[in-house]
């Protein structure tokens, strides 16, 4: 079993910046692939970026937000940088056994989610 708790959403102008945070529990942390996904109110649920033995990103955020994880802390983090309005939304974090995949359904773990809010 693992549990995701993100950290570190809030309220930014555009252009700005924030770091979300996931912190993990259980034994095979380093193992997993991470993931951050992102749902705008009323939209689909959509992949922002994930790291495993590789890294990926979604078109959209390449260039501005950069994912990286710390194993001795198990935490897995997505720095945000030149933010958008369009980039608001709740943004969640997953953990999955296979390596780095845009596809929700190849991550088995999913925390409670950050919201990002950011104004124009």
């Known amino acids: 079993q693992v549990q995701l708790v993100e950290s570190g959403g809030g309220l930014v102008q555009a252009g700005g910046s924030l770091r979300l945070s996931c912190a993990a529990s259980?034994?095979?942390?380093?193992?997993?692939?991470m993931g951050w996904f992102r749902q705008a109110s009323g939209e689909e649920r959509d992949f922002v970026a994930a790291?495993?033995?590789?890294?990926i990103y979604a078109d959209s955020v390449k260039g501005r937000f950069t994912i990286s994880r710390d194993n001795a802390k198990n935490t897995v983090y997505l720095q945000m940088n030149s933010l958008k309005p369009e980039d608001t939304a709740v943004y969640y974090c997953?953990?999955?056994?296979?390596?780095?995949?845009?596809?929700?359904?190849?991550?088995?773990?999913w925390g409670q989610g950050t919201r990002v809010t950011v104004s124009s």
């Open positions: 997953a953990a999955g056994r296979y390596s780095s995949s845009s596809y929700g359904a190849r991550y088995d773990y």
């Open positions: 259980g034994r095979t942390f380093s193992s997993s692939a």
């Open positions: 790291i495993s033995w590789r890294t």
